[in-house]
Structures are given as structure tokens and as C-alpha cells.
């Protein structure tokens, strides 16, 4: 049971590390354009609070033996909604700032790339079941990598995180965005 919500910790803290950049929207939200180095910043700030939301996701405490098959779902269910939700949390955080030129097109792939990534975990919650046994939630696979869909969306996260991190790069901006895991 450990081994599971260890992978699904794991899995979350990775999704954390992609969300933890900027992002803004194509009218720039009426607001003043950032220059490149506050933009990386605040999104360093971001990053730092929705990993933080992560980080306290995972320490939920887990189903045990005594648990009904219903509790042991509720408790899946509990994790994918409480994923979907820090990204849409970031999702709109990211879009309220206003990326500069230089890194609007990566910005609005990652805005784009984190709503299809809560998406995704919202439509994998969906077709959970309503009632699972502690044994089929350990010898379950990890659900970041069995669904394709899931997958496809974090790693088209993970691309648009690393586009952003290039952006930075190249304009010379000491950050890193996290992107890619360990």
C-alpha cells in the first residue's frame, strides 16, 4: 500500500515540478507586460506555492486494512480530484501573468498544456470506480503512466515546461523551471 501512494506521491511531485512556471494570456489580462526577468520570478514564486500544494496532497493519510472498499476509493478519488484542482488553481494563476514578448508562445503552450493536464485527471477521476479493495488499489499500475491520455498530457507538460526553461536560457535568465524529473 506504502509502495502505491509513494508512486502516486512521486507522480504528483513531478506534475508539481512542470507546474511551477509562468504562464499568461494573449491579451495580457489588461495588465502591464512583465520584462523577462520579474516574469521568471513571479513564475519561481508560483512554482514554489503549487509544489507546496502538492507536497501537502501527498502527506494524506492513506486507506488502511480496515477500510470499507467504498473508503479506499473515496481516498483515490480524493487524490486525483485534489491534483486536478492545485492545476487549475495554477492554471489560473499562471494565466493572470502577463508573459513578455520573448516568451509569450511558450507561455500560452503552457497554459494550454496545464488546463488538458487537469483535464485529463479530472476525466481519469471520472471513470474511477466507486468501490475498490485495498489490494486492488496496491497491485493497481501507476495511473500517471497506464492511461494514455494522462500521459500524453504530462508530457506535452513537460515539453511546454522545457520550452519555457529554454526560453529563459537563451535570453540568459539563471532559473530552472524544474521541468523534466530526476
Given at each position: 500500500m506504502r509502495v502505491v501512494l509513494a508512486i502516486i506521491a512521486g507522480g504528483l511531485l513531478l506534475i508539481a515540478a512542470a507546474f511551477g512556471i509562468a504562464c499568461s494570456d494573449d491579451d495580457n489580462g489588461g495588465g502591464d507586460t512583465l520584462t523577462l526577468e520579474d516574469y521568471f520570478?513571479?513564475?519561481?514564486?508560483?512554482?514554489?506555492?503549487?509544489?507546496?500544494?502538492?507536497?501537502?496532497?501527498?502527506?494524506?493519510?492513506?486507506?488502511?486494512?480496515?477500510?470499507?472498499?467504498?473508503?479506499i476509493a473515496t481516498f483515490l478519488h480524493a487524490n486525483v480530484q485534489?491534483?486536478?484542482?492545485?492545476?487549475?488553481?495554477?492554471?489560473?494563476d499562471f494565466h493572470a501573468l502577463d508573459a513578455p514578448e520573448e516568451a509569450a508562445d511558450a507561455h500560452d503552450a503552457?497554459?494550454?498544456?496545464?488546463?488538458?493536464?487537469?483535464?485529463?485527471?479530472?476525466?481519469?477521476?471520472?471513470?474511477?470506480?466507486?468501490?475498490?479493495?485495498?489490494?486492488?488499489?496496491?497491485?493497481?499500475?501507476?495511473?500517471?503512466?497506464?492511461?494514455?491520455?494522462?500521459?500524453?498530457?504530462?508530457?506535452a507538460l513537460e515539453d511546454a515546461c522545457m520550452d519555457l526553461q529554454t526560453v529563459a536560457d537563451d535570453n540568459g535568465i539563471a532559473v530552472d523551471l524544474e521541468c523534466a524529473p530526476e
Open positions: 520570478a513571479q513564475a519561481a514564486e508560483l512554482r514554489s506555492g503549487t509544489s507546496s500544494a502538492f507536497q501537502e496532497l501527498a502527506q494524506m493519510e492513506g486507506p488502511s486494512a480496515d477500510d470499507s472498499d467504498e473508503d485534489g491534483s486536478a484542482e492545485i492545476l487549475r488553481d495554477a492554471e489560473s503552457f497554459v494550454l498544456a496545464t488546463g488538458d493536464a487537469a483535464g485529463a485527471l479530472e476525466d481519469y477521476d471520472d471513470a474511477l470506480p466507486d468501490s475498490l479493495t485495498l489490494e486492488g488499489l496496491e497491485n493497481a499500475p501507476d495511473p500517471f503512466f497506464s492511461d494514455q491520455v494522462l500521459e500524453d498530457a504530462f508530457l
